[in-house]
């Protein structure tokens, strides 16, 4: 995991629990990004997806552990890192537009007023969003607009690091689906790195290079990180026909159906938690449900 | 606020917020030793509360999303206090900003009638003496005026701050 971009080392994370004792949500996680990946990170609630993100947003610090991007060590919020949180966070006295340019502002002092709001404008048009609209308040504009805008402010910024929250969590199954693919376009024209966190296997797999399962907390870990062999671009209704998207939606249903909670709870005795990669190759038809035979796991 | 601010000022606050105007105004009188000072000193420690109080609430109930948005875009501690902290809590303080300037010109009326000299309330004593009734009662309706017109005032600037969420 030497040439991660993004590194996750040795973190641990325990609250008190209020009665002397110790509550431990993770311990010792380690696992690693590349440059310029997609990853998805699934699991039960609880189990400390949503504490990952915000230490590796800086918003909050872990007990022990350091998270480095390119090397150096994270601490604190910092421009480097967007944050799409899940309930939009968009400030409601601003317009849409001003919600974005709020965030350019900040990340490039020097632009000139118009340069930002041309600026903030094409990324609110690459997430579907022009004319009137963008000059609407928050509270005028439906769930999905508002996370468009949401999605806008954390691209506009052009972070090294893109940390997703469930942004999908509060939207019907349609406006989630057109949302993705505009997510998927914005995304695909840069270099960015993309965290997730979701709850939805199909959307992970349709948006993830690698997917990091973890268990059931408490003492939950990253167990696996299940890498997505499907070709990029991908369609929504394309990739049901391809014949790994099965034996991977099966692998992460069995995961969290079963093993998450069976891998649950260990000690880790001081040791380092990595996940295992998964790779799933399959070129036979789908309609074989049990992968096992098609399975390789390595040991990272 | 920080909570540890908030515990150790309100217990002071709370003492002094019931205090009335005129229960002030000899403490003032012997302090500041000249009566239009002393006015100003009752005016503003009776009506201070309420804006006080509601700067206090609405600034601690500024939802942590929007806090979190200033930490992870790095705005300094005074362009969060400007640009997020300050139009989130508007609402509220200019609330405690209405209250205030209601108790401000109750208070104006009491302090002018006890000190003399200027103002409506001066005024509305000078004419019970001169037992001109009309003028008293002229006097009682242009308070009553002057006050709805403040309020309203500071109903228009509260429609300019508020948001919907």
Request: some cysteine.
């Amino acid at each position: 995991m030497g040439s991660s971009f993004l590194s996750v080392e040795r973190l641990t994370q325990r609250y008190s629990d209020g009665k002397g004792g110790e509550f431990t949500v993770f311990e010792n996680a380690s696992f690693g990004i590349y440059k310029g990946e997609f990853v998805c990170i699934l699991g039960h609630s609880g189990c400390g997806k949503s504490t990952i993100m915000n230490i590796l947003a800086g918003l909050a610090e872990p007990t022990a552990g350091v998270v480095k991007m390119d090397g150096i060590a994270v601490s604190g919020p910092s421009l480097d890192r967007g944050v799409v949180f899940q309930n939009y966070s968009l400030l409601p006295w601003l317009s849409a537009l001003k919600n974005v340019t709020f965030g350019v502002a900040a990340r490039f002092p020097d632009w000139t007023k118009s340069q930002v709001i041309e600026h903030s404008t094409e990324f609110l048009a690459k997430v579907g969003l022009t004319g009137d609209a963008i000059h609407r308040k928050p509270s005028q504009l439906s769930g999905g607009m508002r996370q468009r805008v949401s999605i806008a402010r954390a691209f506009a910024n052009e972070p090294k690091l893109l940390l997703l929250d469930e942004p999908f969590g509060a939207l019907d199954a349609l406006t989630r689906g057109t949302i993705q693919d505009e997510l998927t376009k914005v995304w695909s024209g840069t270099d960015q790195t993309v965290f997730m966190i979701t709850h939805d296997i199909d959307e992970a797999i349709l948006l993830a290079d690698r997917i990091q399962l973890m268990t059931n907390g408490p003492l939950a870990r990253v167990a696996e990180s299940v890498e997505i062999t499907i070709p990029r671009p991908r369609d929504r209704t394309a990739i049901v026909e391809h014949p790994n998207y099965y034996a991977i939606r099966n692998h992460l249903v069995q995961f969290l159906g079963n093993r998450s909670a069976k891998l649950a709870g260990r000690d880790t005795a001081g040791e380092t938690q990595s996940p295992e990669t998964v790779r799933i190759e399959t070129t036979e038809a789908a309609d074989d449900h049990d992968e096992g035979p098609h399975l390789r796991a390595v040991q990272a | 606020m920080s909570s540890i601010a908030y515990k150790a000022l309100n217990p002071f606050i709370q003492v002094l917020r019931p205090i009335s105007p005129l229960a002030w105004m000899p403490l003032a009188l012997f302090v500041i030793q000249d009566s239009e000072a002393s006015a100003i000193f009752v005016i503003f420690i009776c009506s201070i509360w309420p804006m006080l109080i509601n700067t206090a609430f609405g600034v601690a109930g500024v939802r942590e999303d929007w806090v979190n948005v200033a930490r992870t875009h790095e705005l300094s501690a005074l362009k969060t206090a400007f640009t997020v902290i300050l139009p989130a809590a508007a609402p509220t303080i200019v609330t405690g900003m209405r209250i205030s300037i209601g108790i401000a010109w109750l208070v104006i009326v009491a302090a002018e009638m006890l000190v003399g000299g200027t103002g409506i309330g001066y005024y509305v004593w000078n004419e019970w003496n001169n037992l001109d009734l009309t003028s008293v009662i002229f006097s009682i309706l242009m308070i009553g005026v002057v006050g709805m017109l403040l309020d309203s005032l500071f109903g228009l600037l509260q429609r300019a701050v508020a948001y919907a969420e």
